[in-house]
């Protein structure tokens, strides 16, 4: 297969066209959110008595007369974008997606044992087995509850 088809099979795979969808409705979605929180809910801050943060605060060095500029509203305003955007992704679709995961974990058949311990030397061994390869002692084909279980205390007579 060449190198022009297998990029094709991994692009085709679904992985890459879901990542971008992805990529494109999260960029479509965060300028949503920051239009919502630079147009709706700074100027609400802004009712609570909090002064205006969209004027820049322009900070001039005495020793030699620079001045810069700094726009507290933008970064206040990326903030909360940010905080919006994590809380939507995080109930809207880890939160589902772990929840679909655990669902499906529970659906998985548990696989049926096909070992079992020997009673004597604690080797595993085919369920099958009616003789230890190990410690060569005889063991039913049906002794799973006995060789989970200790033996007995050996009395002296």
Known sequence: MSLKDELKAFIIRGSVIDMAVGIVIGAAFTAIISAIVSGGITPLVGLMGVP???HAVNVTNPANNRTVSFNPGS???ALISFVIVALVVFFAIVKPV?????LSDKKKPVPEKTTKDCQYCLSEIPIKAT????CASEVGPLDTQRATETPPPKTEA
């Not at 003789?131 to 190990?134: G, Y």
Request: charged share 20%; net charge positive.
């Open 131 to 134: 003789r230890c390869k190990f």
């Open 75 to 77: 970064v206040f305003n």
């Open 98 to 102: 772990a929840h679909m995961r655990s």
């Open 52 to 54: 205006n943060l969209n």
